[in-house]
């Protein structure tokens, strides 16, 4: 089998709900982060894309019909190149990156383009069809924007919580204070706002036409803990989970630029880091905020090194609580993780995220001479992913 590797990424700035890109259609997001990551590999012949692997996980609006081939097809490349839409939810770009590196590693890909996008202000309301024509009652409209919706009532209730009520219980199981929470989410601010000062980002983000944003648009840079203590919790009256102290809802799109190591003639570039080890793991459906750390344990396993060789993680910040609890679980040092920032600051368009975290790890590891990072995500419904890279330019 041949090694995979990451050959660029980019996404746009991520939008707050209702914010700047609110009249952005998801799929021209994604078309234009398409076109954003091949104009930066200007070598590179859109024909010898093999195939394009895109997350989405929303999937009920104008995200519809396979977004990936939308995709495709909006930003101009030729219509023999295929693509596919995958969903695992807040894991489904970083899915696509997974699946489009297998194929890669099996022989059966060349060069891959893998990515996502989700409009959460976009989302729509939906209608269940009755289960007979010209009900007497009243029907009610749903939303698709986060969440559990047209529940199988054979679910068991306790894997239907809310997401927030998931971590609430996460927070009692492993004592994680409100203090902590905060803290964590005002490190978030803190440094991506640095991030973006220093010009970390300039290079990773592309900015979407017709509009003005320039960068993520839910950085708060003068959030402190104490700031953030007079927020209220949300979910339980004596809860700890805010809206300060989670990721907000988002809208944005990603994509990496995956190939194996011949495709550097093809593409134009080098590659900057070679998928080494990956894996899902799954847990209850409401313990979803926990499931990283099997993932990540897994993922390190099969790149064959242990923890104490990772220089730079990026785990996606959907709750600090949830973030915390895979830090200490994995008994690393908090200042490897997110060291430019994290969802809770940036946002969280559900399908983009997981691209969003791969393109920041791989630049985070040249930047900072590391030669291991994991890049993992949590998941609803009790999944988790993770990937493990390793930079091409760090030393045997």
Not at 149 to 160: F, I, Q
């Given at each position: 089998?041949?090694?995979?590797?990451?050959?660029?990424?980019?996404?746009?700035?991520?939008?707050?709900?209702?914010?700047?890109?609110?009249?952005?259609?998801?799929?021209?997001?994604?078309?234009?982060?398409?076109?954003?990551?091949?104009?930066?590999?200007?070598?590179?012949?859109?024909?010898?894309?093999?195939?394009?692997?895109?997350?989405?996980?929303?999937?009920?609006?104008?995200?519809?019909?396979?977004?990936?081939?939308?995709?495709?097809?909006?930003?101009?490349?030729?219509?023999?190149?295929?693509?596919?839409?995958?969903?695992?939810?807040?894991?489904?770009?970083?899915?696509?990156?997974?699946?489009?590196?297998?194929?890669?590693?099996?022989?059966?890909?060349?060069?891959?383009?893998?990515?996502?996008?989700?409009?959460?202000?976009?989302?729509?309301?939906?209608?269940?069809?009755?289960?007979?024509?010209?009900?007497?009652?009243?029907?009610?409209?749903?939303?698709?924007?986060?969440?559990?919706?047209?529940?199988?009532?054979?679910?068991?209730?306790?894997?239907?919580?809310?997401?927030?009520?998931?971590?609430?219980?996460?927070?009692?199981r492993f004592a994680i204070s409100r203090e902590r929470q905060d803290e964590f989410a005002a490190r978030s601010h803190r440094l991506a706002d640095r991030a973006w000062q220093d010009g970390f980002y300039d290079d990773l983000v592309s900015p979407v036409d017709g509009t003005d944003l320039a960068r993520d648009e839910g950085i708060r840079p003068g959030s402190t803990a104490e700031s953030l203590a007079g927020l209220k919790a949300v979910f339980r009256e004596d809860g700890t989970i805010t809206a300060g102290n989670a990721s907000p809802l988002s809208d944005g799109a990603s994509a990496v630029l995956l190939g194996s190591a011949s495709a550097a003639d093809t593409i134009g570039i080098e590659p900057s880091a070679r998928i080494a080890g990956r894996a899902a793991f799954a847990l209850a459906p409401h313990e979803f905020g926990y499931a990283p750390v099997e993932a990540a344990h897994r993922a390190l396993a099969r790149a064959g090194i242990t923890w104490e060789q990772v220089g730079a993680v990026e785990l996606n910040e959907a709750f600090a609580v949830q973030s915390l609890a895979c830090v200490d679980a994995w008994r690393i040092d908090p200042e490897i993780v997110n060291t430019r920032g994290g969802a809770i600051a940036i946002g969280h368009p559900l399908g983009a995220s997981g691209g969003r975290i791969v393109g920041t790890l791989a630049k985070v590891l040249r930047e900072r001479g590391e030669r291991w990072g994991v890049a993992a995500i949590c998941i609803g419904v009790g999944q988790g992913l993770a990937v493990v890279l390793e930079n091409t330019a760090a030393g045997a």
């Open positions: 089998m041949t090694a995979s590797f990451v050959y660029d990424a980019v996404r746009t700035p991520f939008g707050r709900f209702n914010g700047s890109l609110a009249g952005v259609r998801p799929d021209d997001l994604a078309a234009g982060v398409v076109s954003a990551l091949l104009a930066r590999a200007p070598g590179l012949d859109p024909a010898a894309i093999d195939d394009v692997v895109w997350g989405n996980a929303n999937g009920a609006g104008e995200e519809n019909r396979n977004v990936g081939r939308m995709a495709v097809l909006l930003a101009g490349l030729p219509t023999s190149v295929p693509a596919t839409t995958v969903n695992r939810l807040c894991g489904s770009s970083l899915d696509a990156v997974l699946i489009g590196s297998r194929a890669i590693e099996t022989g059966d890909a060349d060069v891959v383009l893998t990515g996502g996008v989700e409009s959460m202000t976009r989302a729509p309301w939906v209608l269940p069809k009755p289960a007979k024509g010209f009900p007497a009652g009243d029907i009610t409209a749903v939303s698709t924007t986060l969440g559990w919706r047209l529940v199988n009532p054979r679910m068991p209730k306790e894997w239907t919580v809310s997401l927030g009520e998931a971590n609430e219980q996460l927070q009692e």
